[in-house]
């Protein structure tokens, strides 16, 4: 079980117009990234989708990016699912096809802590040799005494937490001091959790600036931490436009602007509409972005 670093994209799933996944663009996004240093693949989680999409798509994606990388980074599979079968099937398939770890939502509806060790344990039962990160979004109150609970499941390695809270990021941090791995997950929180221990970060838009977040991690490392700032600053700039315009198919739509049409998003979330197209864009360009999807 080793412990993992950098900054990890949570890749896109692209979709065609006729909502298939689109192999093609896939495999343009990984060569991208990989172009932008990414340390790594966060694929089929919250901001790929994977819980809106069937587990044959779900397989698909992750061989088509597996197949991609051939080895260059790692890849984490997010295989969280309501249906604890189809998690541990999930797994399994990420297993044998060559992932390096696997991630699981706290799936909805399991309202304990005895509910969700036993569908932790399942899962990690299924890929006994790989390293389970439980994903804590917008979690448990007490995300820290979740993670006690899960610590006995042998191949629990650690957490990607996508959270505000730096205090209980930084508890979850000193839970264990081995083979212990702390991704955050929150973007406009990657200086601030790179301060509290993180040991690399996971994001949506680092499918469209992955160099910010790049250098806030190299700036953050060699200590110029005004620096890091500044560009933390700078790319909540463009976070704010995201949202602004309804985030997912603005994640979308500035990908398309990359070159990269990932098509819309699935239900529930919303596409991005027509009218408001060319107002994003002048957003985008007065808050910097094309500078930064640059870097």
Not at 241 to 260: D, H, K, M, P, Q
Request: include cysteine; glycine fraction near 10%.
């Amino acid at each position: 079980m080793g412990n993992f670093s950098g900054v990890w994209p949570a890749l896109v799933t692209p979709f065609t117009t006729d909502d298939r996944v689109s192999v093609p663009v896939l495999r343009d996004q990984v060569e991208y990234l990989i172009g932008k240093e990414a340390g790594g693949f966060y694929v089929c989680g919250a901001t790929g989708q994977g819980i809106f999409m069937s587990v044959p798509e779900r397989k698909l994606v992750v061989e088509t990016v597996l197949d991609q990388v051939q080895e260059r980074v790692p890849v984490i599979v997010h295989v969280g699912s309501v249906a604890c079968t189809d998690a541990m099937g999930l797994a399994e398939h990420a297993q044998r096809s060559g992932a390096a770890a696997v991630s699981s939502i706290l799936p909805p509806l399991y309202r304990d802590s005895r509910s969700l060790y036993a569908y932790f344990e399942a899962v990690a039962a299924a890929a006994p040799d790989l390293p389970l990160l439980p994903y804590l979004y917008g979690g448990p109150a007490d995300a820290v005494e979740l993670m006690r609970e899960l610590m006995p499941i042998p191949n629990v390695a650690g957490t990607k937490y996508t959270g505000p809270n730096m205090y209980e990021f930084k508890r979850l941090v000193e839970l264990r001091s081995d083979n212990w791995t702390l991704f955050s997950g929150m973007d406009e929180q990657c200086l601030f959790a790179a301060m509290s221990g993180a040991c690399g970060h996971i994001g949506s838009t680092l499918n469209i600036m992955l160099g910010v977040y790049r250098d806030i991690r190299k700036c953050y490392e060699m200590g110029d931490v005004v620096q890091a700032l500044a560009l933390q600053n700078k790319g909540n700039r463009i976070i704010t436009v995201l949202y602004s315009y309804g985030f997912n198919g603005a994640l979308r739509e500035a990908l398309r602007l990359l070159g990269l049409d990932c098509g819309q998003p699935r239900l529930p979330a919303h596409p991005f509409p027509e009218n408001r197209k060319e107002a994003f864009y002048d957003s985008l360009e007065a808050a910097g972005f094309f500078e930064l999807a640059q870097a």
